[in-house]
């Protein structure tokens, strides 16, 4: 609403001005009315796949599709050598995974030439 034309109009400006900022305050505190939703973060391996296909293509680019295959594929191996090395520690009777382990778990998951070189 415009403000009403009388003599304490310019007086009463300055305190109209704070008490909606305050109204404005409480609704967004209450409602979420005129509050931008905070985005959560996704922890994901993109830029450390982007950084490893710079070194070794640095002229070769990935699509947003293709980085989604990517990262999912890293978790996937994760997941399958975290579980093979849970699996050997609980076998050895120890609560501890080292990297004897770790290592244990990628020869056991990865195929021939590809364990030698892990």
């Known amino acids: 609403m415009p403000p009403k034309e009388g003599g304490k109009a310019p007086a009463e400006k300055k305190p109209a001005g704070k008490a909606p900022a305050k109204t404005a305050a409480k609704k967004t505190k209450?409602?979420?009315?005129?509050?931008?939703?905070?985005?959560?973060?996704?922890?994901?391996?993109s830029s450390y796949i982007y950084k490893v296909l710079k070194q070794v293509h640095p002229e070769t680019g990935i699509s947003n599709k293709a980085m989604s295959i990517m990262n999912s594929?890293?978790?996937?191996?994760?997941e399958r050598i975290a579980g093979?090395?849970?699996?050997?520690?609980?076998?050895?009777?120890?609560?501890?995974?080292?990297?004897?382990?770790?290592?244990?778990?990628?020869?056991?998951?990865?195929?021939?030439?590809?364990?030698?070189?892990?």
């Open 30 to 45: 209450e409602g979420g009315v005129g509050k931008k939703s905070k985005k959560t973060r996704k922890e994901t391996y």
């Open 73 to 78: 594929f890293v978790n996937d191996i994760f």
């Open 84 to 118: 093979e090395a849970s699996k050997l520690a609980a076998y050895n009777k120890r609560s501890t995974i080292s990297s004897r382990e770790i290592q244990t778990s990628v020869r056991l998951i990865l195929p021939g030439e590809l364990a030698k070189h892990a």
